[in-house]
C-alpha cells in the first residue's frame, strides 16, 4: 500500500459527461501527479501540482482539468467525455516534486465511457 | 523526441532463475531513472531508482545498471520468484517534473 488514495475504483458513463477523479496523497507529500494509462499507450504524464499550484503540464487535454487543494487532496475532472478517454487514471504523490523524487502511485481508477 | 522503451515486450522466465529486463533511453539529457512493478488491476510500485552519476544500484533481490554511453538501463531480478510476474516500467526524468514511461515489459514467472 503506497499510502496515496483514489476515488472512485471503477467509473461507467456516456460520452458527453463529466466526471470527478479524486485523489489524496501520502501524508506529508506536497506533489500530485495524474497519469492517464491506456492499453495502446502506456502512462501518460498529465499534470502536476505542487502546495496547491500547477507545475508542470503534460499531455492534457483542454477537456480536462485538475486543482489541488488546501488540504493537498486533488481532483481531475474530465468533461465532455469520448470514447477513447476510456483508460486507467493514475495519481501520485511525492514529498516536495523535485526532478528527482520517487513518485508513489494510488491504485487507480479505471474509467469507462461507453 | 524523446521517448523511453523496452525491447522486450514480454519475457517468461523459469523460477529461481534470474530475470533481466531492458530499457533503452533516447535522452542523454536524462539524469534520474526509475523501475516500477505494475501487477494486474494495481497501481504501479516503485522498485529501484539510480541516478546518473551511478552505474550500478542494488537493492533486495534487484539491481539496475546504467550504461550512459548507449543509453541503455537494465533491471536484474535474481532468482525469480511467481509473485514477481507482472509488467515492469522504466521512467526517466531530466531535471523537469515530468516522467516519461516506457511501455512496459510483461515478466511471466513460469513454475
Known sequence: DSGVTQTPKHLITATGQRVTLRCSPRSGDLSVYWYQQSLDQGLQFLIQYYNGEERAKGNILERFSAQQFPDLHSELNLSSLELGDSALYFCASSSSGGSQETQYFGPGTRLLVL | ?111
Not at chain 2, 542523454?28 to 551511478?54: H, L, V
Not at chain 2, 552505474?55 to 535474481?78: E, F
Not at chain 2, 532468482?79 to 531535471?95: K, N
Request: aromatic share 10%; net charge positive; with cysteine.
Open chain 2, 1 to 111: 523526441g524523446e521517448s523511453v522503451g523496452l525491447h522486450l515486450p514480454t519475457l517468461s522466465v523459469q523460477e529461481g532463475d534470474n530475470s533481466i529486463i531492458n530499457c533503452a533511453y533516447s535522452n542523454s539529457a536524462s539524469d534520474y531513472f526509475i523501475w516500477y512493478k505494475q501487477e494486474s488491476g494495481k497501481g504501479p510500485q516503485f522498485i529501484i531508482d539510480i541516478r546518473s552519476n551511478m552505474d550500478k544500484r542494488q537493492g533486495q533481490r534487484v539491481t539496475v545498471l546504467l550504461n550512459k554511453t548507449v543509453k541503455h538501463l537494465s533491471l536484474q531480478i535474481a532468482a525469480t520468484q511467481p509473485g514477481d510476474s507482472a509488467v515492469y516500467f522504466c521512467a526517466e526524468t531530466s531535471g523537469t517534473y515530468k516522467y516519461i514511461f516506457g511501455t512496459g515489459t510483461r515478466l511471466k514467472v513460469l513454475a
